[in-house]
């Protein structure tokens, strides 16, 4: 426990003044934390959640951060236990850091923006930008100004509708999505594009779980996880690939707790030893706040990055060695399996040394435990999603689940983690640049008008079809495209090249200082706030990583009075642009902008699984959306059972003089929202230009820790892109392998190094070197795109494959 002078430091108010920066010699190495949580974790949340918002309005908010008459965490997507099994203090650090942010007192408000031309805030930092504070009114950037000026909604819902109404067809605009948007206003703003005639419904998704929905659908004939709460607490085996959930889902920790005090166990595959994955001080017990804490990995695996096909086919092979596969169920319910069996038969255990850079013997012990257990789970996130062969990496994951039948039973099962509170939920309500015809149906039935049926833009092709000039308007439900998505140098020019760039947002972000020739602010209600329309109070729903739904009413007062909810904005949106048309359909726009349950009456006759939407979420604890494998083990495949995949490994080969970068979060972020400096659990503080380097990877390079080094990514086209002045850090990561931040180190990641299938950025595997600082030349934006150069590694970075 820690002394009572520290613990007072901890609690100081945090009078930070906002926009102070920091660059790479600022950062400071600490001691690396040996358990997640604690008394230090429920301090920062009371300081962070006082600096921003003041004692009493954090006592009041976070008493109703996930409660059932309360809010929902606009934090991670991880679930809530059921209604009589929540607590007092139903949230995470990082859940008050995300409710902080939103309830701040901070206002960047018309004499912000008065004060600052937009020239000057795209020199600010996305941690300055953000901790500017609420935006309170609509802010209009006109062609050919310098500084943002308010204007009446009435006049920025025409603007938009007028340059929509412009264009020479419907697919000039696109529509991105954020996966903290509500259930209401996903499915409000499908419509809208829909209705306009455009599938260009990009969203985050596309650069976070695309993979595993692709995979998914594919292997099981549904894009979802197959687990709840209760399956994690009843698992004898848990294995975490690819994620940080003392992080990113912090009460993941209290499931994994529960888990291993009944007896399970877990295994861990990571790169780097996340703090979180080895052990827990419960802040909720006193065994946590006195630091005694449960262990929780058994088995932590340093996998090299990447290599988790080679791993996981690795540990299938085993099984079959060890007779532990469950025939009864392979027979019944899938296909595929004779032909895996002969693919595996031949797995080259050079190749999967390579792959995964794990001794042989730790593999052999986890298909030991593996073998031994008769319900397991299986975890992932980021550090599976976001490589080249995620899909193949995720439908692999998914054999060695079907092997042992460890689908539609209890305790066991597949759970992709995901990030955004509610981006199962966007996803569910039609938010997709791809229109199901099942959907399309639908939607034509209810209200009589006929979808696009062509596919639309992802955020990749996004991105290509402004740089081809074939997009001209941008309107965005949330989110900051700007900073999440890759090669950000070009991103950030070619977004420049738009007509009008129309953002849905709470606060000033990297988006909003990259303007085209125009470009509007439309600033919206957050959870925490009341939403009162003309027909009073209104609820909104999300889904939870576990297909759960249920209602979140905000109750603070919100931060200007002249704020919308966001279904009320597309809605008006809509209404002004569309009017009565499309011509024959009957979509009342009017009223859903001011009675979301009838939004709600509409999403239960158009969305599968919703029918009596409205009555249902009204329940205490929502209603869990259907789920056929996990219900009946019924797989809606062509085939009509679950797919056993056979996936080519493939090692990704670094050139000499060469590593690997991921991008990841801090735990002082929340995508490319900066809290601020302290990557608590790494020990890294002060400045986020750090690279994690393996000790040996440093004097093999020639690097010195602590020194301050320019990373260059190289790639195949021979252009390389350049982060500048970057602090190296010695830290246990696996060899051959880096970490460095996102959004920050978006420069580096080219826009075509994807996921096969999904279209993904591969964000998590990046070939870099290391130059002298200050070495590289400066573009305005901080990088150099050298395109037709130095093709000396060309041939080395492409894959290696073995079929
Ligand atoms: N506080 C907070 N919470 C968040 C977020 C946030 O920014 N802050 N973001 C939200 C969102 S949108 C998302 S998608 C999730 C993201 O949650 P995570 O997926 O946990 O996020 P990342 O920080 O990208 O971490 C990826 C993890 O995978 C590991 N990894 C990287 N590459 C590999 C690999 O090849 N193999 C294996 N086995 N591991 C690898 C990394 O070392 C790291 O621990 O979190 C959500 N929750
Ligand atoms: N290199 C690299 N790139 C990545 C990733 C990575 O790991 N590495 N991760 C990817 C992943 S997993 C994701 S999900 C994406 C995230 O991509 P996005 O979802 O686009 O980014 P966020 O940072 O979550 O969006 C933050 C902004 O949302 C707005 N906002 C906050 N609350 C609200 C609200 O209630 N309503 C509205 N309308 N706006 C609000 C604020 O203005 C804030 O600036 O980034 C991706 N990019
Ligand atoms: S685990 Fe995720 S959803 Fe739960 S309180 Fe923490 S940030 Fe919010
Ligand atoms: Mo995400």
Redesign the pocket.
């Given at each position: 426990m820690p002394d009572s002078s520290r613990l007072t430091r901890m609690l100081e108010p945090w009078r930070g003044a906002p926009a102070t920066d920091v660059d790479a010699t600022d950062v400071d190495v600490h001691r690396r934390r040996g358990a997640a949580a604690g008394v230090e974790g429920v301090a920062v949340s009371v300081n962070r959640g006082a600096g921003q918002m003041g004692p009493l309005r954090t006592l009041g908010t976070l008493r109703r951060l996930n409660q059932v008459h309360g809010f929902d965490c606009m934090?991670?997507a991880w679930p809530d236990p059921d209604p009589e099994h929540r607590s007092f203090a139903e949230f995470c650090e990082?859940g008050a850091k995300a409710v902080a942010e939103e309830a701040t007192r901070r206002r960047a408000d018309r004499e912000f923006f008065a004060r600052h031309p937009v020239a000057e805030l795209a020199t600010w930092s996305d941690y300055q930008l953000g901790q500017q504070g609420r935006i309170t009114e609509p802010m209009l950037l006109r062609e050919g100004g310098t500084h943002y000026e308010p204007v009446s909604w009435e006049e920025a819902i025409g603007v938009v509708a007028d340059t929509l109404r412009g264009l020479d067809s419907p697919d000039e605009a696109v529509f991105y999505t954020s996966?903290r948007a509500s259930n209401e206003a996903a499915f409000t703003f499908q419509l809208l594009a829909r209705a306009y005639g455009t599938n260009n419904l990009p969203d985050c998704s596309n650069m976070?779980h695309e993979s595993t929905s692709v995979a998914l659908a594919e292997s099981i004939g549904i894009g979802k996880g197959s687990v709840t709460l209760e399956d994690i607490h009843e698992a004898e085996l848990v294995v975490i690939?690819?994620?940080?959930p003392g992080?990113?889902?912090p009460r993941m920790l209290s499931a994994l707790e529960k888990c291993v005090r009944g007896g399970g166990r877990i295994v861990a595959?990571?790169?780097?030893p996340?703090t979180g994955l080895m052990k827990f001080d419960n802040p909720q017990t006193v065994r946590g706040l006195t630091g005694v804490g449960t262990d929780l990995a058994t088995e932590f695996l340093p996998?090299r990055?990447?290599?988790?096909l080679a791993l996981f086919q690795a540990l299938g092979a085993l099984l079959l060695e060890r007779g532990a596969v469950d025939q009864d169920f392979v027979d019944r319910h899938t296909t595929g399996f004779e032909s895996w069996k002969q693919h595996v038969a031949d797995l080259d255990w050079d190749v999967v040394d390579r792959a995964t850079g794990l001794p042989r013997e730790q593999i052999e012990r986890v298909a030991d435990l593996l073998a031994a257990s008769s319900r397991t789970v299986f975890c992932w996130?980021?550090?599976?999603t976001q490589?080249k062969h995620a899909v193949l990496t995720i439908k692999e994951i998914t054999n060695l689940a079907l092997l042992q039948g460890n689908i539609g039973k209890p305790g066991a099962g597949l759970c992709p983690v995901r990030?955004?509170s509610n981006v199962q939920g966007d996803r569910t309500m039609g938010i997709w640049e791809k229109l199901p015809a099942h959907f399309a149906e639908a939607l034509r039935q209810e209200f009589g008008f006929d979808p696009p049926a062509e596919r639309g833009h992802d955020v990749v092709n996004t991105v290509r079809a402004l740089q081809e000039g074939r997009v001209r308007v941008m309107v965005g439900l949330g989110g900051n495209f700007a900073a999440a998505t890759p090669d950000s140098e070009l991103t950030h020019e070619v977004l420049r090249s738009l007509d009008l760039n129309v953002q849905v947002s709470t606060k000033p972000n990297r988006t909003h200082v990259l303007p085209g020739r125009r470009m509007l602010i439309l600033p919206c209600l957050g959870r925490t706030e009341r939403d009162v329309t003309t027909a009073g109070w209104q609820g909104l729903t999300v889904e939870d990583s576990m297909s759960s739904v249920h209602l979140s009413v905000g109750r603070n007062e919100p931060a200007s009075e002249h704020l919308h909810g966001e279904p009320w904005i597309v809605c008006r949106i809509a209404e002004a642009l569309l009017g009565s048309r499309p011509e024959g359909s009957s979509i009342d726009w009017a009223t859903m902008a001011e009675d979301y349950a009838a939004i709600r009456g509409h999403i239960g006759n158009v969305v599968p699984g919703c029918d009596a939407y409205d009555a249902k979420v009204q329940r205490p604890g929502g209603f869990v959306l259907p789920h056929p494998p996990r219900d009946t083990r019924t797989f809606e495949t062509p085939s009509g059972r679950a797919e056993i995949a056979v996936n080519p490994i493939e090692v990704l080969e670094v050139p000499e003089g060469h590593l690997l970068l991921?991008t990841?979060?801090s735990h002082d972020?929340?995508?490319t929202t900066i809290y601020g400096h302290d990557d608590r659990y790494r020990g890294l503080a002060g400045g986020r230009n750090v690279v994690m380097v393996h000790p040996d990877d440093l004097s093999a390079l020639g690097l010195a820790d602590g020194e301050v080094y320019d990373v260059v990514s190289v790639w195949t086209d021979g252009s390389e892109r350049v982060a500048h002045g970057y602090r190296v850090v010695s830290y246990p990561t696996a060899r051959g392998c880096a970490?460095a931040y996102y959004p920050e180190c978006n420069v580096l990641v080219p826009l075509d190094h994807v996921a096969e299938g999904s279209n993904c950025p591969a964000s998590?595997a990046v070939v870099v070197r290391f130059a002298p600082a200050g070495s590289c030349e400066r573009h305005d934006s901080g990088t150099r795109v050298k395109a037709g150069t130095d093709r000396s590694h060309r041939s080395d970075v492409e894959p290696h494959h073995l079929s």
């Open positions: 934090g991670c990082n996966g976070c690939a690819g994620q940080n992080t990113n889902h595959v990571n790169p780097l996340e996998i990055l990447g290599g988790d996130a980021m550090g599976v490589h990030g955004h991921q990841l979060r972020q929340f995508n970490a998590k």
